[in-house]
Each structure stands twice: as structure tokens, then as C-alpha cells.
């Protein structure tokens, strides 16, 4: 549920300022969404298209627009106990546009990392729900 509630994002991911659903599958659930992200020297933007393998426990996403050139990616859900999950976080990445390597190892590792850890926080605390 925290994954795929697009819209909390702002409330748990510092780095992402704003997010608009733009398109929902027939379910309900996000298909298309464009989010806004400040990545400390710069404000981003892109639109992902995502897809869902509920019998695998795998979402996908694909970036169709914005800033970074290329980006896709893939969180994969492994069930290890009742009350826990691990989660998988795969994913490749260009940016279309200049920054400086220490700047880029900082968002690579740093971020990825901090928004894994809220990630885990607000889906122990149980405290995102669907709108």
C-alpha cells in the first residue's frame, strides 16, 4: 500500500515536493504519475508509467518524460513471515543534465538509501493508507 499511495509520497520522501496521478487502471490504482523532486542543486521533474504483477509481487516503472533521460526500475516483494517483507529495489537511471560526480554518488547512495529507511519507517508504523 505505501509503494503504490503515490500521493503520500511528499508526507515520507523528503526529496519529492509534489506528485499528481495523472492516469488510474480500472482498479484504482496509479498507472501514469508525475512527481517533483528537489535533488539539493536542482528541481526535477518526470512522469512514470508503472505496472503491476500482483501474482509475483512486482511493480515496475518506466520514465516517459522529464528531466532524467532514462530511468526504470523495479521493487520485487518477497514474503518472509507473516509480518514481514523484504523488499527488492532494482533500478538504472540517466540524467539529462550536468552534475558533478561527488554530487551524483551523494543521490546514489545517500538518498537511495534514505528513502528506503522511510520506506520501512512509515510501513511499520502503519501509517499510510489508501485515499
Known amino acids: 500500500d505505501a509503494i503504490c499511495n503515490f500521493e503520500s509520497y511528499p508526507i515520507w520522501q523528503k526529496s519529492v515536493i509534489s506528485v499528481n496521478v495523472l492516469d488510474r487502471a480500472p482498479d484504482n490504482r496509479p498507472v501514469m504519475v508525475e512527481f517533483s523532486f528537489d535533488l539539493i542543486l536542482k ?13 509475483d509481487f512486482v511493480l515496475n516503472w518506466v520514465t516517459i518524460s522529464g528531466d532524467i533521460t ?7 516483494f ?9 523488499a527488492v529495489l532494482e533500478g538504472y537511471g540517466v540524467i539529462g543534465f550536468p552534475i558533478p560526480k561527488k554530487v551524483m554518488d551523494y543521490l546514489g ?3 537511495l538509501r534514505k528513502s528506503i529507511k522511510s520506506l520501512k519507517k512509515i510501513v511499520e508504523s502503519g501509517g499510510v493508507k489508501w485515499n
Do not use: A, P
Request: cysteine-free; proline content about 0%; charged content about 35%.
Open 43 to 55: 528541481k526535477i521533474t518526470l512522469i512514470n508509467n508503472y505496472e503491476y504483477f500482483d501474482k
Open 70 to 76: 532514462e530511468h526504470e526500475g523495479t521493487y520485487t
Open 78 to 86: 518477497q514474503k518472509l513471515r507473516d509480518d514481514r517483507t523484504n
Open 109 to 111: 547512495s545517500v538518498t
